[in-house]
């Protein structure tokens, strides 16, 4: 019952609080065409075999039969909320394994993932990029729009929102590709200034696959000053709801990978 309560809570704040463009970040320093082809591949597969060993809790996209899209991503745990669950608002297809996002207008949609509880888990390594930026996105110009963002939620302790209308969450950090953001930046946001950071972990050119690491063990302690405690929620978000350029913005994941 607290699991249901609190998937339902995010799933509320993600909806409502991202909506309107609340994730307004301080700084703070401690489209009409198919899927585009991948231009560089850096493939996870590639890694050595002492950090495949590592890995504790793998999401990919990589067995996609065929059907519909969006009731696959179900039958992975991954559920649309906001405008994902529209089509063509935000376009899901999957190509040569991976997950490609695709936006056409001003928008905002995510993926839940569902009943996920990851213990001990130092680090998360991501493989996915970006086609099409939105336009003049960048956190320290304000323009805080993303192509793709993964929120990682740590523990069931929630912390206040600092705003009466949105209820608390827990920890979380939000990682993303941006196209001119610092990297390893922490940056808070209008609300959950106690719990929340985002953070820029690479600045591929539009079609170029990266594999992006993150120590997630080591952030949060430095963040927050305390250990992290186990995972326990999820969630992709493409947001393109105050950007130029008409709202368009595409973007790929191939795999999600956290390691012990």
């Not at 130092?122 to 970006?130: C, D, L, Q």
């Not at 206040?160 to 953001?181: H, K, R």
């Amino acid at each position: 019952m607290k699991m249901k309560s609190f998937i339902a809570s995010l799933i509320f704040i993600v909806i409502f609080v991202l909506s309107g463009n609340v994730f307004s970040e301080e700084n703070k320093r401690a489209e009409i065409r198919e899927p585009a082809e991948v231009a560089k591949d850096n493939s996870l597969e590639k890694q050595d075999n002492e950090k495949v060993q590592k890995v504790k809790y793998v999401i990919d996209f990589s067995n996609y039969s065929g059907g519909t899209v969006r009731k696959w991503l179900e039958s992975k745990g991954l559920y649309c909320e906001g405008a994902a669950k529209y089509h063509p608002e935000i376009g899901l297809s999957i190509q040569d394994g991976m997950l490609f996002i695709k936006t056409k207008q001003p928008v905002r949609g995510f993926l839940v993932f569902k009943d996920i509880i990851i213990p001990e888990v130092s680090k998360v390594r991501i493989e996915w990029g970006i086609i099409k930026y939105p336009k003049d996105a960048n956190f320290e110009s304000g323009n805080r729009n993303q192509a793709l963002g993964l929120y990682i939620f740590f523990g069931p302790e929630k912390l206040s929102s600092g705003y009466f209308m949105i209820p608390d969450l827990p920890y979380f950090i939000s990682l993303f590709l941006g196209e001119a953001d610092e990297i390893n930046i922490p940056y808070k946001g209008r609300y959950f200034h106690s719990g929340g950071r985002f953070v820029c972990v690479g600045n591929p050119e539009p079609e170029e696959t990266v594999i992006s690491e993150f120590e997630l063990t080591s952030a949060f302690q430095t963040y927050y000053e305390k250990e992290a405690p186990a995972i326990t929620a999820l969630c992709l978000e493409v947001d393109t709801t105050t950007t130029e350029g008409g709202g368009k913005a595409e973007a790929y994941i191939k795999r999600i990978e956290f390691l012990e």
